[in-house]
């Protein structure tokens, strides 16, 4: 099942450490070269989401994968990430070099007019990829040197240096056109799936009557993974046999036993953190799957 890779997750895996100042710097920004953290021996990276957002400059030939959707790349290319659409990438030619950075929203929202994720390779249904020239690549490359050197450095200011490094290549890439070479991968059902289930799971267990099950139909899912709902409709009828709606019905349903037979919560209670705005509604919807209404099963 695909889990979010928290940046603690991010740090332990790649270097077996933890900045000391993970924890108090909200926004939090690094950069990296590519071909230090990324080998041969590297093990597979998962298809999750981050809880961080990434740009990368790559080159060598890989192919991503985003949400429903893959696209090959051979030659060096920008690729802009964001923590709702989960990801991976695997490479095909062995010799991928390249940089990359990682920040939470914050770093880059301070100074910002508008929400991140307005900007066109971040909002939803954006093309995160844009293939790069000699020139551009140059131009990218040296932006990365740039960050590299003043994140080792002691100038006091060098946070809002980078912003700008920042902000200065995704203007960059704003002017560039995006690759529309995306296609649909064989794997694509299997992952949305996966990353469907991962969801819907997340919200369980109910623990107390103050948490609410929110995420409630295929369009509450399809929003969160970046997809059509009729793309997340197919994937998940083809990769289990069942509707989008079944699979969110029955662990409802199975949550709803639970919490009737071990907790003292009343019905109104079960009802509202369910996600059912009356309590009435909980009841029809508990007697259809069970032929019982919640009071009789409670007592059962």
């Known amino acids: 099942m695909s889990t979010t890779e928290t940046l603690e997750d991010f740090y332990q895996q790649k270097f077996s450490y933890l900045p000391e100042n993970l924890k ?6 690094n950069v990296f070269r590519l071909e230090d953290c990324h080998d041969a021996d590297s093990p597979p990276i998962n298809y999750s989401r981050r809880d961080f957002y990434k740009v990368c400059l790559i080159r060598g030939r890989n192919i991503y994968h985003y949400a429903d959707k893959s696209i090959e790349i051979d030659g060096p290319t920008l690729i802009f990430f964001n923590p709702q659409v989960p ?19 914050a770093f880059f929202t301070e100074n910002l007019r508008s929400n991140i994720y307005d900007l066109p390779m971040f909002k939803i249904g954006g093309k995160p990829a844009y293939f790069l020239n000699e020139v551009q690549e140059k131009f990218i490359s040296d932006i990365f040197l740039k960050m590299l050197e003043e994140i080792n450095s002691d100038y006091r200011y060098k946070y809002d240096l980078i912003r700008n490094y920042l902000t200065e290549m995704i203007h960059t890439a704003m002017k560039i056109e995006p690759t529309e070479r995306l296609y649909q991968h064989p794997d694509a059902n299997s992952r949305i799936t996966s990353v ?13 009557p103050s948490q609410r099950f929110s995420l409630r139909s295929a369009k509450d ?12 409709n197919r994937a998940i009828k083809t990769t289990t046999g069942k509707t989008t709606t079944d699979l969110i019905t029955e662990r409802l349903t199975n949550e709803a036993m639970a919490l009737l037979k071990h907790t003292d919560w009343n019905i109104s209670e079960i009802s509202y953190c369910l996600g059912f705005e009356e309590p009435a509604h909980f009841n029809n919807f508990f007697k259809r799957q069970l032929q019982m209404n919640p009071s009789a099963y409670r007592l059962n």
């Not at 469907?196 to 107390?208: A, H, W």
């Not at 899912?221 to 793309?231: C, I, Q, S, T």
């Open 87 to 105: 990801y991976t990438w695997e490479p095909v030619s062995g010799d991928q070099t390249g940089f990359f950075c990682i920040f939470r929203e």
């Open 221 to 232: 899912f399809a929003e969160k993974l970046y997809v059509h709902v009729n793309h997340l």
């Open 24 to 29: 108090q710097d909200l926004g939090h920004f």
């Open 196 to 208: 469907f289930t991962e969801l819907l799971e997340r919200q369980f267990p109910i623990e107390s």
